[in-house]
Nanobody, 123 residues
């Protein structure tokens, strides 16, 4: 099973920047896609950005040009660089990792979620 530890959230003024990190650990055989989602209370969780094992990225229209997702495969870590932050970016941000884990002689798929980190953009 994959465990995820997120860090980097906080309070920032509009126009500011934050960098989120999410480190994966466990009996990981390989990692496929990694991504970041966000959720406001009372709203559905939405995809912010994702990155495949080959480095292809996808972004929500609302963050294109402001956010950048990247990954360090040597550290099993995914990052989200958030620039030009707006109040509407305020939400809990969740890391998601789709991986293959080793369990005995078997390789099993695992879809893991982080505990969430709060990002608040306010003056």
């Amino acid at each position: 099973q994959v465990q995820l530890v997120e860090s980097g959230g906080g309070l920032v003024q509009p126009g500011g920047s934050l960098r989120l990190s999410c480190a994966a650990s466990g009996s990981i055989f390989s990692i496929n896609a990694m991504g970041w989602y966000r959720q406001d209370p009372g709203k559905q969780r939405e995809l912010v950005a994702s990155i495949t094992s080959g480095g292809s990225t996808k972004y929500a229209d609302s963050v294109k040009g402001r956010f950048t997702i990247s990954r360090d495969n040597t550290k099993n870590t995914v990052y989200l660089q958030m620039n030009s932050l707006k109040p509407e970016d305020t939400a809990a941000y969740y890391c998601n990792v789709n991986a293959n884990v080793q369990k005995g002689w078997n390789i099993l798929a695992d879809d893991a979620w982080g505990q969430g980190t709060q990002v608040t953009v306010s003056s």
